[in-house]
C-alpha cells in the first residue's frame, strides 16, 4: 500500500494527555517526598543513635577515670603508711579496695553497651592484682614494725612499676574510647550534615517539581487557551474562517477540535441557507421530483457505515450524486458520479445514470460489468453531456473492496488504527481511474475491477472534483493536499466530522461567493457488524 505523508507528525509526547502529565508529576512528588522523608527519617534515627553512643562513650570514659582515681587513691594512701605508719592514712586504700569490684563492674558494663575491649579490663585486673599483692606485702611489712624494708629504694621502684602496668592498662582502655568518641563524633557531624543536606535537597526537588508544574500548566494550559479565546472570540464575532490552533495539552486541542467542529458546523449551516435561498429559483414540482429522486436509497449491509454529504452551487438541485445499492448478503454498493455542469440539464442526467448503475449492479454484482452495460446504454446522450463515476461493493463477510473508477477522481483508502489523537499525517492507498469516463463518444468501453482488503476500522473516502477544484481568490486549487490536512485535523476520524471539517474547509478555501461546482464528500467506514 502506498504511504504519502501530508504532514509531519506531531510528537509522540504531545499525545500525552495532561491529566496523566499531572498523575505522573504528583507520583513522581510523592516517590521524592516518600524518598526524602524515608532519609530524613533513617538519618534522624542514625543521628540519634550517634549522639547517644556518644554520650555513652563519654560516660565509659568517666566510669574509666573513676577506676583509676581509686587506684591511685590506693597508691597514694600505700604511700604515706608506709612513710609514716600511720595507720589513719591507710584507710583510703581500703576504702578504694571496697569499691573497686563495683567500680570495675561498672567500667565493664559500659564498655560491653559501646561494643568497647571490656575483656581488657582482665589485664587491668590482673595487673592491679600484682600490685595489689605487693601493697599487702608492704602493709605487712609495716605492720611488723619493718617501715625500713618496705620503704627501701628497690621495693619503692617495684611499687612504682607494678602501678605504672595498672596506671597502662587503664589508659589503653581509655585510649580506645578516646578514638570511639572521636569516631562518633565525625560521624554524627556527617550525619548532621547528611540530614541537613536530604532535607534541603528534597524540599529544593519538590519546589523544582512545582516550578516544572506551572511551567508546564502556563506552556500547555493558560496560553494555548488564551489563543483559544482569541480565535473563539473571533469565530463569535462572525469570522468563521479564523484560525483555530490545535496546540497545548492533548485536553485544549480536543477542545480546539471540538470548537472547530462547532465552526463548521455554522459555516455549513450558513452555506445549507444560502442554496435554500437559491433553491427559490427552482421549487416547482418538476424540480422537487428530480431533487428527491436523486436522493440515495436507504440501502444498509451490518458492519458497513456511509456518512455522506452533497452540497450543490446552485441551490440544491446538483449535478452530482451518491447511491447506496443493497447488491447481496452482506454486500452493499457505493456510487459516486458527477455530471458535467450542474442546474437541471445534469441534474436530469443523473438521475438517469443513478438508476441505471443502481439496476446494473444488482444485475451483474460487478462494479466494472455495471459501469460497462450503463455505457453501452448511452447512445442518445448528446456528446456533450458526459459524467464520471466511482463504483464499489463492500462484501462485510469477506472484508474486501472491489473498485471500478469511471474517470472519476482517485478515492483514498484509509487503513485502521492511523488516526492519532490531535491529528498528525495521514495514510493512505489512491483508488485510480480504471477506464474512462462515461459519455456517448466512448463506446465499446470496458472497466476492470480491483480488489482491496477492507477490514474493520478501514475506510473509504470519496469525492467529487468541485471538492478539490475550490479555487482561492489567488487562483490556489484546495486540492488533495487541502482535504488530507483537514482530514488529519479529526481526532479518531470520525466520519461525520472528517466529512463536515472537509466540506467546510474546502468553503473556506475558495471564500466569498462560495461554491461554483457541486461538493459531494462520500465515507465508507467498515466497523464490527452488530451481535
Given at each position: 500500500?502506498?504511504?504519502?505523508?501530508?504532514?509531519?507528525?506531531?510528537?509522540?509526547?504531545?499525545?500525552?494527555?495532561?491529566?496523566?502529565?499531572?498523575?505522573?508529576?504528583?507520583?513522581?512528588?510523592?516517590?521524592?517526598?516518600?524518598?526524602?522523608?524515608?532519609?530524613?527519617?533513617?538519618?534522624?534515627?542514625?543521628?540519634?543513635?550517634?549522639?547517644?553512643?556518644?554520650?555513652?562513650?563519654?560516660?565509659?570514659?568517666?566510669?574509666?577515670?573513676?577506676?583509676?582515681?581509686?587506684?591511685?587513691?590506693?597508691?597514694?594512701?600505700?604511700?604515706?603508711?608506709?612513710?609514716?605508719?600511720?595507720?589513719?592514712?591507710?584507710?583510703?586504700?581500703?576504702?578504694?579496695?571496697?569499691?573497686?569490684?563495683?567500680?570495675?563492674?561498672?567500667?565493664?558494663?559500659?564498655?560491653?553497651?559501646?561494643?568497647?575491649?571490656?575483656?581488657?579490663?582482665?589485664?587491668?585486673?590482673?595487673?592491679?592484682?600484682?600490685?595489689?599483692?605487693?601493697?599487702?606485702?608492704?602493709?605487712?611489712?609495716?605492720?611488723?614494725?619493718?617501715?625500713?624494708?618496705?620503704?627501701?629504694?628497690?621495693?619503692?621502684?617495684?611499687?612504682?612499676?607494678?602501678?605504672?602496668?595498672?596506671?597502662?592498662?587503664?589508659?589503653?582502655?581509655?585510649?580506645?574510647?578516646?578514638?570511639?568518641?572521636?569516631?562518633?563524633?565525625?560521624?554524627?557531624?556527617?550525619?548532621?550534615?547528611?540530614?541537613?543536606?536530604?532535607?534541603?535537597?528534597?524540599?529544593?526537588?519538590?519546589?523544582?517539581?512545582?516550578?516544572?508544574?506551572?511551567?508546564?500548566?502556563?506552556?500547555?494550559?493558560?496560553?494555548?487557551?488564551r489563543r483559544l479565546a482569541v480565535s473563539t472570540r473571533a469565530v463569535a464575532d462572525g469570522d468563521l474562517s479564523a484560525?483555530?490552533?490545535?496546540?497545548?495539552?492533548?485536553?485544549?486541542?480536543?477542545?480546539?477540535?471540538?470548537?472547530?467542529?462547532?465552526?463548521?458546523?455554522?459555516?455549513?449551516?450558513?452555506?445549507?441557507?444560502?442554496?435554500?435561498?437559491?433553491?427559490?429559483?427552482?421549487?416547482?414540482?418538476?424540480?422537487?421530483?428530480?431533487?428527491?429522486?436523486?436522493?440515495?436509497?436507504?440501502?444498509?449491509?451490518?458492519?458497513?457505515?456511509?456518512?455522506?454529504?452533497?452540497?450543490?452551487a446552485e441551490g440544491v438541485l446538483a449535478g452530482d450524486w451518491y447511491d447506496t445499492v443493497q447488491v447481496g448478503p452482506?454486500?452493499?454498493?457505493?456510487?459516486?458520479?458527477?455530471?458535467?455542469?450542474?442546474?437541471?440539464?445534469?441534474?436530469?442526467?443523473?438521475?438517469?445514470?443513478?438508476?441505471?448503475?443502481?439496476?446494473?449492479?444488482?444485475?451483474?454484482?460487478?462494479?466494472?460489468?455495471?459501469?460497462?452495460?450503463?455505457?453501452?446504454?448511452?447512445?442518445?446522450?448528446?456528446?456533450?453531456?458526459?459524467?464520471?463515476?466511482?463504483?464499489?461493493?463492500?462484501?462485510?463477510?469477506?472484508?474486501?473492496?472491489?473498485?471500478?473508477?469511471?474517470?472519476?477522481?482517485?478515492?483514498?483508502?484509509?487503513?485502521?488504527?492511523?488516526?492519532?489523537?490531535?491529528?498528525?499525517?495521514?495514510?493512505?492507498?489512491?483508488?485510480?481511474?480504471?477506464?474512462?469516463?462515461?459519455?456517448?463518444?466512448?463506446?465499446?468501453?470496458?472497466?476492470?475491477?480491483?480488489?482491496?482488503?477492507?477490514?474493520?476500522?478501514?475506510?473509504?473516502?470519496?469525492?467529487?472534483?468541485?471538492?478539490?477544484?475550490?479555487?482561492?481568490?489567488?487562483?490556489?486549487?484546495?486540492?488533495?493536499?487541502?482535504?488530507?490536512?483537514?482530514?488529519?485535523?479529526?481526532?479518531?476520524?470520525?466520519?461525520?466530522?472528517?466529512?463536515?471539517?472537509?466540506?467546510?474547509?474546502?468553503?473556506?478555501?475558495?471564500?466569498?461567493?462560495?461554491?461554483?461546482?457541486?461538493?459531494?464528500?462520500?465515507?465508507?467506514?467498515?466497523?464490527?457488524?452488530?451481535?
Open positions: 500500500m502506498g504511504v504519502t505523508p501530508r504532514r509531519p507528525a506531531r510528537g509522540g509526547a504531545g499525545r500525552v494527555s495532561l491529566t496523566r502529565r499531572l498523575a505522573g508529576a504528583s507520583l513522581l512528588a510523592l516517590i521524592v517526598l516518600v524518598c526524602g522523608g524515608a532519609l530524613v527519617v533513617v538519618t534522624a534515627q542514625q543521628l540519634g543513635d550517634a549522639q547517644r553512643l556518644l554520650v555513652r562513650v563519654a560516660v565509659a570514659r568517666q566510669a574509666t577515670a573513676d577506676l583509676l582515681t581509686r587506684y591511685v587513691d590506693q597508691e597514694t594512701s600505700l604511700r604515706g603508711y608506709v612513710i609514716t605508719g600511720e595507720p589513719d592514712l591507710l584507710s583510703p586504700y581500703q576504702v578504694a579496695q571496697r569499691e573497686l569490684p563495683g567500680r570495675t563492674g561498672e567500667v565493664r558494663a559500659h564498655l560491653r553497651a559501646v561494643g568497647g575491649p571490656a575483656e581488657q579490663l582482665a589485664d587491668v585486673e590482673a595487673a592491679h592484682a600484682e600490685w595489689d599483692a605487693y601493697a599487702r606485702e608492704q602493709v605487712a611489712l609495716v605492720g611488723d614494725d619493718d617501715r625500713a624494708a618496705a620503704a627501701t629504694i628497690g621495693a619503692t621502684m617495684h611499687g612504682k612499676n607494678l602501678f605504672d602496668a595498672v596506671r597502662d592498662e587503664v589508659e589503653q582502655v581509655d585510649g580506645w574510647l578516646v578514638q570511639e568518641q572521636q569516631r562518633s563524633q565525625d560521624r554524627t557531624e556527617r550525619l548532621q550534615t547528611r540530614l541537613v543536606l536530604g532535607t534541603a535537597g528534597g524540599l529544593a526537588a519538590l519546589a523544582a517539581l512545582l516550578g516544572l508544574s506551572c511551567l508546564v500548566m502556563v506552556r500547555q494550559v493558560t496560553q494555548p487557551l484560525d483555530l490552533r490545535a496546540e497545548g495539552a492533548l485536553e485544549v486541542r480536543d477542545l480546539a477540535g471540538d470548537v472547530g467542529a462547532m465552526r463548521d458546523r455554522l459555516l455549513a449551516d450558513l452555506d445549507r441557507t444560502r442554496q435554500a435561498l437559491g433553491a427559490l429559483d427552482q421549487e416547482d414540482r418538476a424540480v422537487r421530483a428530480v431533487r428527491e429522486a436523486l436522493l440515495p436509497s436507504p440501502a444498509r449491509v451490518g458492519g458497513v457505515r456511509v456518512t455522506a454529504r452533497l452540497d450543490a452482506g454486500r452493499l454498493g457505493v456510487v459516486v458520479g458527477d455530471v458535467a455542469g450542474h442546474g437541471p440539464y445534469s441534474a436530469v442526467f443523473a438521475l438517469r445514470l443513478k438508476h441505471s448503475l443502481a439496476t446494473a449492479l444488482r444485475t451483474h454484482g460487478s462494479p466494472g460489468a455495471a459501469l460497462t452495460a450503463v455505457s453501452a446504454d448511452l447512445q442518445d446522450v448528446p456528446g456533450e453531456l458526459f459524467a464520471t463515476a466511482f463504483v464499489g461493493i463492500v462484501d462485510a463477510g469477506a472484508g474486501t473492496l472491489v473498485h471500478a473508477n469511471a474517470g472519476h477522481p482517485p478515492a483514498l483508502l484509509l487503513p485502521g488504527g492511523d488516526a492519532a489523537p490531535g491529528g498528525g499525517e495521514v495514510r493512505f492507498e489512491e483508488l485510480p481511474p480504471t477506464g474512462p469516463l462515461l459519455s456517448s463518444i466512448v463506446g465499446g468501453a470496458v472497466w476492470r475491477d480491483t480488489v482491496h482488503p477492507f477490514a474493520v476500522g478501514d475506510s473509504l473516502l470519496t469525492f467529487t472534483d468541485g471538492v478539490l477544484e475550490s479555487r482561492s481568490p489567488d487562483g490556489t486549487e484546495f486540492g488533495l493536499d487541502g482535504l488530507l490536512l483537514a482530514v488529519g485535523q479529526i481526532p479518531g476520524r470520525d466520519p461525520a466530522r472528517v466529512i463536515d471539517a472537509v466540506a467546510a474547509a474546502a468553503l473556506r478555501h475558495a471564500g466569498t461567493p462560495g461554491r461554483r461546482d457541486d461538493h459531494t464528500l462520500v465515507h465508507v467506514l467498515r466497523e464490527d457488524a452488530p451481535g
